[in-house]
């Protein structure tokens, strides 16, 4: 079935330095790729997504982008901050006669100050 | 603007009974998807509902089901209730597609 890999697991960093947090999808169909921040407590965030007619995006600190052919996409951050230190979950689309969301098993991430 | 929300916040239930959670999507939405998510886990999707009917289902069994109302929020009720049910639920709201779901702050529902 449908499957989204995301690694690693967890990432710590030193404040200004980048992270960037890897996804790889099982359905070649996918055609919608969104990222979520979830903090203790919180519902996710969606803070920054991409559809497959494009192969990157970037919304000040934070960019994604997309490997159609090695079905692989990846978030990237730079100059974190201790604020950014959270869960991070990609998810892809799929297409099962109607499309839904497969998510990651997340990345915790450690800003340090 | 209100985002999502749901309730109740936390829910403590033994084992075999009913629960029902209670979501209120976004403003201007009409499409409300329902997430389980075990801890340390990427949110399951549960089920999805559009113009008050079921569209789209997870691998879920049966004793989860759900209602959507004429004013777009939404129910999700799970019966015969297990310790394994015990997770963050989450809901989603989007306008008609999976694109741009934003989530509510969930419920934990404790099962003992």
């Known amino acids: 079935g449908e499957n989204v890999e995301q690694h690693p697991s967890t990432l710590s960093v030193q404040e200004g330095d980048s992270a960037v947090i890897k996804c790889t999808y099982s359905?070649?169909?996918?055609?919608?790729f969104p990222w979520y921040k979830q903090e203790l407590g919180k519902g996710p965030q969606l803070i920054i997504d991409?559809?497959?007619?494009?192969g990157e995006k970037k919304d000040q600190r934070i960019a994604v982008t997309l490997n159609k052919t090695a079905k692989h996409f990846s978030l990237h951050i730079t100059e974190t901050q201790p604020e950014d230190s959270a869960v991070y979950f990609c998810?892809?689309?799929?297409?099962?006669?109607?499309?839904?969301?497969?998510f990651g098993t997340g990345t915790r991430l450690l800003v340090s100050p | 603007d209100a985002g999502v929300t749901q309730s109740p916040t936390h829910l403590i239930k033994t084992r075999g009974q009913q629960v029902t959670l209670r979501c209120s999507p976004k403003?201007?939405?009409?499409?409300v998807s329902w997430y389980q998510q075990a801890l340390g886990q990427g949110p399951q999707f549960i089920f999805q509902?559009?113009?008050?009917?079921?569209?789209q289902r997870g691998n879920f069994p049966d004793r989860f089901s759900g209602h959507q109302f004429p004013n777009y929020s939404s129910e999700l009720n799970v019966n015969a209730l297990l310790l394994g049910d015990s997770a963050l639920y989450l809901c989603?709201?989007?306008?008609?597609?999976?694109?741009?779901?934003?989530f509510g702050p969930g419920t934990r529902l404790t099962v003992t």
């Open positions: 989603a709201s989007s306008l008609d597609s999976i694109y741009e779901q934003y």
């Open positions: 509902y559009y113009e008050e009917e079921e569209r």
């Open positions: 359905d070649s169909a996918s055609n919608y």
């Open positions: 998810a892809a689309s799929t297409n099962t006669g109607f499309q839904k969301l497969v």
């Open positions: 991409i559809r497959s007619n494009v």
């Open positions: 403003s201007g939405h009409d499409t």
